[in-house]
Structures are given as structure tokens and as C-alpha cells.
């Protein structure tokens, strides 16, 4: 899975960014949109079931905890319980073509394939690229998760109009506190 799908998904089915956002009422997005990202991204056999609102709400909630961890230790403890969970095991085959052997993985449990995709997803951003890029928007009514893949590695984020509220309410808070008085300078004849 990829992690736009990943983030995605949290977003969108996750009980508390929607909460945060004054959403919860809204409609959720169609189901079909999601299989059919699922089915570019490599996540196959997921059953119909495991794409209903209820099951996708668990998803989505269980995956915000990891983004939403206070410090590493827990976010590595809460993809690894992930992990085990689902029983999630590598696996060999053949490609289409049937020439090369390819690299997957496979779960015992069909309706367990969208949550191992997305913990397999979570274990290669915390082992292979720095575990501090993955987070939840700092944003006062967000809580929206988000992978960072920027060059400086800074985000705080989910998105640019996250970013940009939190500037002008820091901007209003300034423009409503009173002037400092400025001390006068000193003139100096050369």
C-alpha cells in the first residue's frame, strides 16, 4: 500500500480526524474509489467485507494510533502488535510473466489484508526512513495523519491550509496583544 493511500484512508474513516474536523456526520468517501487504489497498489484478495464502513472505521482507528504515539517506543510497540495481529508472513512467487520470483506477503485471514498492507506500510517508514516523519497535523482543529516526504524533513503539518490557518491565527494573536514601547535610541555625534 502506498503511504498516500495509507494517510488517506486514516483520514478520511478515522474516528478522531474526522471528530476533529467537525465531520462526523459527513458522508464517507465511496468504497469503490478505495478497492480501486488498493488494486494499483498491490493489496489483493481483500474481500468485499473488509471494505464496509464499520470495517474501515476499525482500520482507520487502529492506524491513527500509530501516527498519534507520543514517542518512538510506542509507535514501533503499536505496528508490531499490528503485525502480529494479522499474522502477516512473507512470501515467494512467481511474477505474471512466470520468468522471475517476486517479493509478497500473505495473512491467514483474508479480512486482515488491508490492515497488514498498512502496518507493512508503517514498518518500512519506521525501519527504512526516519520514524520522526510520520505524525498528525499540529493544526488546533486537525488531527489529520500524515507521512512527511518533504527534502527538510520538518513538517508539522497535513497540509498547506493547515499551515497556513495556524500562521494567521499566530499573526492575530500578535496584532491583538498591545504595542511594546520602543526604547529610544541613543544619538551618537561621530
Known amino acids: 500500500m502506498s503511504p498516500d493511500v495509507l494517510v488517506w484512508l ?8 474526522r471528530a476533529a474536523a467537525g465531520e462526523e456526520q459527513a458522508p464517507y468517501p465511496d468504497t469503490d474509489l478505495l478497492a480501486a487504489l ?3 497498489s498491490g493489496v489483493r484478495d481483500c474481500p468485499p467485507t473488509a471494505l464496509t464502513g464499520p470495517a474501515l472505521r476499525q482500520v482507520a482507528n487502529h492506524l491513527h494510533r ?12 503499536l505496528v508490531a502488535g499490528l503485525l502480529a495481529q ?6 515467494l512467487e512467481l511474477t505474471d510473466t512466470g520468468d522471475r520470483p517476486g517479493a509478497t506477503w500473505r495473512v491467514p485471514a483474508a479480512h486482515d489484508a488491508l490492515l497488514a498492507a498498512a502496518a507493512l506500510t508503517l514498518r518500512y517508514q519506521l525501519a527504512e526512513h526516519d520514524p520522526d516523519r510520520v505524525g498528525v497535523c499540529s493544526g488546533r ?3 489529520d495523519a500524515f507521512i512527511d ?4 524533513g520538518q513538517r508539522r503539518f497535513c497540509s498547506v491550509t493547515c499551515q497556513n490557518r495556524a500562521r494567521i491565527a499566530a ?8 504595542p511594546q514601547p520602543r526604547k529610544p535610541r541613543k544619538y551618537q555625534k561621530p
Open 86 to 91: 494479522t499474522g502477516v508472513t512473507p512470501a
Open 66 to 77: 500509530v501516527f498519534a504515539a507520543a514517542d518512538l517506543g510506542e509507535r514501533v510497540a
Open 149 to 152: 516526504a518533504s527534502p527538510a
Open 141 to 143: 482543529r486537525c488531527a
Open 10 to 17: 486514516v483520514n478520511e474513516w478515522g474516528e478522531v480526524p
Open 171 to 178: 499573526w492575530r494573536q500578535r496584532q491583538s496583544q498591545p
Open 38 to 40: 488498493l488494486a494499483g
